[in-house]
Nanobody, 118 residues
Framework: QVQLVESGGGLVQAGGSLRLSCAASGSISSINVMGWFRQAPGKQRELVATITTSGSTNYRDPVKGRFTISRDTTKNTVFLEMNSLKLEDTAVYYC????????????WGQGTQVTVSS
């Protein structure tokens, strides 16, 4: 089992920045990929960014150049640095972990609200 706890959400004006954190505990060694998802009201949950155990990253097109996913392996924490935030970035952001034995994200955090205001 893996436990994930997000923090860092909040209210920010358009153009501002926020940094989300995701602290992982439990069977960390089984994790292949960590991802950040988001779900806006009335919309499906979407994958925003991923980082692998080797440090490779990938981003959804709308956030490329604005968001950066990173990790601190000494603290078992993954970050999502969000800059130049837009109104459409408003959503609940979830951290998720994909174990090495499945293509699915099996472990999820509780979510943290990010609200971008004009």
């Amino acid at each position: 089992q893996v436990q994930l706890v997000e923090s860092g959400g909040g209210l920010v004006q358009a153009g501002g920045s926020l940094r989300l954190s995701c602290a992982a505990s439990g069977s960390i060694s089984s994790i292949n990929v960590m991802g950040w998802f988001r779900q806006a009201p009335g919309k499906q949950r979407e994958l925003v960014a991923t980082i692998t155990t080797s440090g490779s990253t990938n981003y959804r097109d709308p956030v490329k150049g604005r968001f950066t996913i990173s990790r601190d392996t000494t603290k078992n924490t993954v970050f999502l640095e969000m800059n130049s935030l837009k109104l459409e970035d408003t959503a609940v952001y979830y951290c998720a972990a994909r174990p090495n034995w499945t293509p699915l994200y099996n472990y999820w955090g509780q979510g943290t609200q990010v609200t971008v205001s004009s």
